[in-house]
């Protein structure tokens, strides 16, 4: 029997589309400022420096549930910071980076075969993770369109990457008691829920009470620390939510030898403990999202939603990827909108991540744009 390369099932990597755009932005005179990624620019806290220091001694294996001082800083963490009230240390488990979460969700789960629902503009990975496992995916914003036909599991992002859209208290709880009604998982990517821009709109876990009446039963949150801590590098996330499945999927990644390393699970205390950390890496985003945020509108972009998280979405009502080039004659470099899906192509994701010099820099250039 011929065998099918897994590779052969997925989409083509996106990013390596950007490949030409890149080459002409980084021949920009002032040098390329590269807004296409999420990826943290500014440095590691020194007490999480330290905290990973200091375990990096330990030989041994670390327990893949995570250590009882992890367990029991998710849990405060997600009380404290994000109103997650009901929660216990058995219902967490730490993850290598939740992108890789994310992928092995559905097999993890044993979802093969079967029916997976997505967002409309979606994180990439989400669609990944049901090919991975011969899943028909369906990208559905309304339950209406999902139909009578029950998946077998649902992502949310919210907020949303890429569009910072945030779904309110209301929408989330319709989620949910439609998700309990059919037995559906409902896995919450909520690794931006930190970076609220809105105060009238802050964003909220599906796990607030105000959403699933402190009834965690098949919810699961995503949680990482990539963003607000800048830890992309330590790989250090987290799951959290009903505790049967929260078993299940360590029951299989015990099986699996997917456990995070023991120093990144001291600095990951570290960072959950550490508020002010956190808070300071916000005001920084904040302070660049102004700066794009007025550049792009004043260059004559249209910034929709974009109520949280790292990035803009924005268009000029064109395909996203003559803005694409336009932009990178600017020596600035974007993602096209069409990465998440159809209905992106004509908008542009602009990450927040770049240095205040780089990002003041693109400003600059915007204001050229003709």
């Given at each position: 029997m011929a065998r099918t390369p897994l590779g052969a099932r997925l989409p083509d990597f996106p990013w390596d589309t950007l490949d030409a755009a890149k080459e002409r932005a980084q021949a920009h005179p002032d040098g390329i400022v590269n807004l296409s990624v999420g990826t943290p620019v500014d440095a590691v806290?020194?007490?999480?420096?330290?905290?990973?220091?200091?375990?990096?001694?330990?030989?041994g294996y670390p327990p893949t549930m995570g250590t009882r001082q992890l367990r029991s800083a998710i849990v405060a963490a997600l009380g404290r910071r994000y109103n997650m009230t009901s929660l216990v240390p058995?219902?967490?488990?730490?993850?290598?980076?939740?992108?890789?979460a994310?992928?092995?969700?559905?097999?993890?789960?044993?979802?093969?075969?079967?029916?997976?629902?997505?967002?409309?503009?979606?994180?990439?990975?989400?669609?990944?993770?049901?090919?991975?496992?011969?899943?028909?995916?369906?990208?559905a914003d309304s339950l209406l369109k999902i139909g009578p036909e029950r998946p077998d599991l649902l992502f949310?992002?919210?907020?949303?990457?890429p569009t910072g859209k945030v779904l309110g208290v209301d929408h989330l709880r319709k989620v949910v008691g439609w998700a309990r009604e059919r037995g559906v998982i409902v896995a919450s990517d909520e690794c931006y829920l930190g970076l609220g821009w809105d105060d009238d709109n802050e964003p909220v876990s599906i796990l607030d009470p105000r959403v699933c009446d402190g009834d965690h039963?098949?919810?699961?949150?995503?949680?990482?620390l990539s963003k607000t801590s800048n830890l992309a590098s330590y790989r250090g996330g987290y799951l959290a939510g009903d505790p049967e499945l929260i078993a299940e999927l360590l029951e299989v990644r015990k099986h699996a030898g997917l456990m995070v390393p023991g120093p990144v699970q001291a600095a990951?205390?570290?960072?959950?403990?550490d508020d002010e950390q956190e808070a300071a890496q916000k005001l920084r985003y904040a302070r660049r999202r102004a700066v794009l945020l007025r550049a792009l509108v004043e260059a004559g972009f249209t910034v929709d939603?974009?109520?949280a998280g790292l990035y803009l979405w924005a268009t000029r009502g064109e395909d996203c990827r003559a803005t694409v080039d336009a932009l990178a004659e600017l020596g600035i470099l974007v993602a096209p909108g069409d990465f998440y899906g159809p209905r992106g192509k004509q908008h542009i994701r602009m990450a927040l991540t770049g240095t205040d010099e780089r990002v003041d820099a693109a400003a600059r250039r915007l204001a050229t744009l003709g």
């Open positions: 806290a020194p007490g999480i420096q330290l905290a990973l220091a200091e375990a990096a001694a330990e030989p058995d219902a967490v488990l730490p993850v290598i980076g939740t992108k890789e994310i992928a092995q969700l559905p097999g993890l789960l044993g979802i093969r075969g079967g029916f997976v629902v997505i967002p409309e503009i979606a994180y990439p990975t989400y669609e990944v993770a049901a090919l991975l496992g011969d899943n028909r995916v369906l990208r949310l992002n919210s907020p949303s990457n039963t098949g919810l699961i949150a995503i949680h990482s990951m205390v570290a960072a959950l403990e939603d974009s109520e």
